[in-house]
């Protein structure tokens, strides 16, 4: 029977001084939204999204994703909870060290809507930015941060928010294509049982 793919968006930056309120994330999370409803197109698993700035530690199942919200890396949910690594300029995404090996996405808001300046302005479709980095992040969740590897997202040659990110950041004028959409799809149908998600720092 097909589900909703429900999107836990968790926000702990506050608003960047207005730079990234209330509306600014309901735009973000619609884009994904509108992104995810390509990605499930034809899938047997998924027949709707949802996307939400809302929801409790109870709320999502290993058929669901989470993302964070943080205002820099220095609060960063992996370093703290998983085995280490280098973080990511715009988001990281790894399992935690305990045997439980749930997965944790999170973006870096202050960089992503400002350049990582408190006093610059907003970047370019900001809206559009932020949730191309949590769509990439969320590649990364389902597709190779944890075994079974489906795909090598930085290996990707063919996708837009799927590739290399290190040296080339996505910009906001950057959308998904079908290969970005064939690859979650694929991970969809790869991931049997789903991917365990983080949800120790949403709210309880
Ligand atoms: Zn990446």
């Not at 597709?143 to 590739?163: E, N, Q, Y």
Request: glycine share 10%; hydrophobic share 35%; charged share 25%.
């Amino acid at each position: 029977m097909a589900q909703k793919l429900k999107i836990y968006l968790v926000n702990q930056a506050g608003d960047l001084n207005g730079r990234f309120e209330d509306s600014h994330r309901q735009t973000c999370a619609a884009t994904l939204k509108t992104y995810f409803e390509g990605v499930i197109k034809g899938s047997a698993k998924y027949d709707s999204v949802e996307v939400t700035w809302g929801g409790k530690q109870g709320d999502p199942t290993a058929f669901d994703f989470v993302c964070y919200a943080l205002t820099t890396n220095k609060g960063s949910i992996v370093a703290k909870k998983s085995s280490g690594g280098t973080l990511g300029i715009s988001g990281s995404t790894a399992v935690t060290a305990d045997a439980n090996k749930l997965m944790i996405s999170e973006v870096y808001l202050r960089q992503i809507v400002q350049n990582g300046d408190e006093r610059s302005n907003a970047t370019t479709n900001r809206e559009a930015l932020v949730a191309n980095c949590i769509m990439h992040e969320l590649g990364h969740n389902l597709l190779d941060a944890s075994a079974p590897i489906v795909r090598d997202v930085h290996k990707m040659k063919d996708g837009v928010i799927l590739r290399d990110t290190d040296e080339n950041l996505l910009k906001g004028t950057d959308a998904p294509n079908e290969a970005d959409f064939k690859a979650f799809r694929e991970g969809f149908g790869r991931r049997a049982q789903g991917v365990k998600q983080y949800t120790g720092d949403m709210p309880s």
